[in-house]
């Protein structure tokens, strides 16, 4: 049985539409923590994201798709 993938484009509407690193845990309800993004982005793994001076941001249309393709509903 194939996996299910939530529907999270309820998000967008919460979200601004940049997310910083720095914001990530509080703006995903702790979902997703700085030090998480750093490994993943590291890694390859991580969505798509952008570089201003210092800071790396996502932008939320991609941060949000990418968290529905690593998810899964439960019943």
Request: hydrophobic share 35%; proline share 7%.
């Amino acid at each position: 049985m194939p996996k299910k993938t939530p529907d999270l484009s309820f998000m967008l509407d919460k979200l601004p539409a940049i997310v910083s690193r720095d914001s990530i845990e509080a703006l995903t309800g702790g979902l997703l923590t700085r030090s998480y993004m750093e490994k993943l982005d590291a890694d390859g793994k991580g969505p798509k994201r952008f570089k201003s001076g210092r800071k790396i941001a996502y932008p939320s249309v991609e941060l949000v798709a990418w968290i529905e393709n690593r998810s899964q509903e439960m019943l």
